[in-house]
């Protein structure tokens, strides 16, 4: 099977698995005071080193969490406390979009979602209307779509919102270990990753609070006072340093992996367009990530096209929900038709990907379109 689902999870690296088997055969808790839990906090806190200089922050600014989900909901609960509006995008993560829906329900007006352009582009006038009111409390964008993989310019969006007194939180979860970040630029105040997108294990994650960032104390986890308070619970040794050494070896070959994986993509979307003539690059004509590929074949559904090639591992609309029957709402968003948004496949590509990867699922991905559609024709 050639795996071209990074988004939905990309492989374990290697340094990643033996650090968690590593962590595996010790003892220790790290919150304990003798030898063994002084040794797992020593393991910790090389892991919060390694994360902290893939991001240039400072290792203190980060809270462990059990992934992006919660580090999303964390981040957006406590910023919403600080009173006024929440503003966000209409193409977020379900765990951004629903999390805003469910903490602004029943206060009307609390909640502004920004329509996007054809290409995914948050629109910045209604950004600028909403933050002329003063009451923002926090602007939450993301910096990479997990569909598309179109990138937002977070630059205006920070320099707006700080202006009016906002906070601005932004979910990288897709960027992380992908393309070079440096937090000192970017200068948001909270910050949300998970480290099995860039190789590191499931389940495990960060929540990135800058220094001088104030917010109101709203854990979601009370009890031991682990993560300065902001996340109880005995700490995922094994899945932290799984995360640590994950972002250590990403941030050794950034550079390099951004280069090569886009280089693949690049071939693998020109031989697409070669042999399948109609089908439509979704964000194809702005800044993405370099792995990924949304693709509209018209008038064939996504899923019949995923099942007729089994030996390539890809996703219909966005994994992260898949079996959920509604249509992306990302494409929606961006104008799409609902059937244009059921006939989108996205190919994501990563640091493991090689060039015959991308020559085998070409083949398969032509074939099966052209399958798919012989078979439409016949019963038309
Ligand atoms: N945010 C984005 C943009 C994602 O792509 C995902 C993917 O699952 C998440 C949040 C949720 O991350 P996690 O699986 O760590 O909860």
Redesign the pocket.
Known sequence: VVYLDY?ATAPLRPEALEAILTAFHRVGNASSLHQAGRDAATRVDKARRQLADLLNCHPGEIIFTS????A?NLALRAAYARGGRLVTTAVE?P?ILETARAITVGASDALVVLPVDKDGTPDLGVLDAALDRSDVSVVSA?LAN?ETGVLTDLAPIVKTAHDAGALVHT?A??YVGRLPLDLAELEVDLLSL?A??FGGPQGV?ALVVRRDTSLPYMPLLIGGGQERGWRAGTLNVAGIVGLGAAADTARRHLEEEAIRVAELRDAFEAELIARVPDCVINGGGVARLPGVTSVTFPGVPADAVLAAMPDVAASDGSA?ASGAPSPSHVLLAMGRSRDDADSTVRFSLGYATSRRDIERSIVAVASAVGRVRAVLAATA
């Open positions: 988004n992934g992006a989900t919660e999303n993560h765990a993301m997990n979910d979860t897709q998970s099995h997108k994650g992260c």
